[in-house]
């Protein structure tokens, strides 16, 4: 069974592009959650979707958003990229309901490796 | 807000010799703790976790962890360490009052050595 995809792997934009980044979830999985993994800093929970709908939402400013299509793979995009935005983006998913990522457990994806320059 | 904390950036141990990973938590709340590993270049891994019950839990690939109250704490060990069991730690930790989300720690990067 094939696990979390993410595409691109490896990802360079200079300050102020936009970016999309794609994930798809495991068979069968309804959830999928994005993470920022800076350096130093461990992981920022940024958002989760479950069943097309945005359940929760981090600490992060409005140009971080994504979507989730009806085949339950998921777009987050970055608009008007800063350097502080360079980071492993991480995705995972997990089966579905609104118990969410407390009682569900997560798989996650390889990441995509953002560098803004 | 809820926070995690991994007070140590780094931990090198000799293959075979035993491990403990720190993990403090704020806020008094009853907890819902996890540790994660990261293997290079490989996604997050559900190591164990714990919501209730038994503070000793058991988890995959010879790992434990114990949690307690009065610390806030949920320190991860493992009696013998393999040269595979380098990668980093991530502690996370969550509040049902603060939403249905998982803060996590900064990481912990274990070394081994042979």
């Known amino acids: 069974e094939a696990g979390v995809t993410q595409s691109p792997t490896h990802l360079i934009k200079t300050r102020g592009q936009q970016v999309t980044l794609r994930c798809s979830p495991i068979?069968?999985?309804?959830?999928v959650y994005w993470y920022q993994q800076a350096l130093g800093l461990g992981l920022q929970f940024l958002l989760w979707y479950d069943e097309g709908e945005e359940r929760n939402r981090g600490n992060f400013p409005p140009r971080f958003s994504g979507r989730q299509f009806p085949n339950y793979s998921s777009e987050l995009n970055v608009n008007a990229l800063e350097l502080e935005d360079s980071a492993l983006y991480l995705c995972?998913?997990?089966?579905?309901?609104?118990?969410?990522?407390?009682?569900?457990?997560?798989?996650f994806g390889p990441g995509t490796r953002l560098t803004v320059l | 807000a809820q926070s995690v904390t991994q007070p140590d950036i780094h931990i090198t141990v000799s293959e075979g010799a035993s491990l403990e990973l720190r993990c403090n938590y704020s806020y008094g709340a009853t907890p819902y703790l996890f540790w994660y590993v990261q293997s290079p270049g490989q996604g997050l891994q559900l190591l164990l976790k714990y919501f209730s019950g038994d503070t000793l839990v058991q988890g995959i690939k010879g790992f434990e962890a114990e949690f307690k109250r009065s610390q806030s704490s949920f320190n991860l060990r493992k009696p013998s360490v393999h040269w595979s069991d380098a990668a980093e730690y991530f502690c996370a930790v969550a509040f049902m009052e603060y939403g249905n989300k998982l803060v996590f720690g900064a990481g912990t990067i274990l070394r081994v050595k042979s």
């Open positions: 995972a998913s997990s089966s579905s309901g609104l118990a969410g990522p407390i009682y569900n457990e997560q798989f």
């Open positions: 068979s069968g999985h309804t959830s």
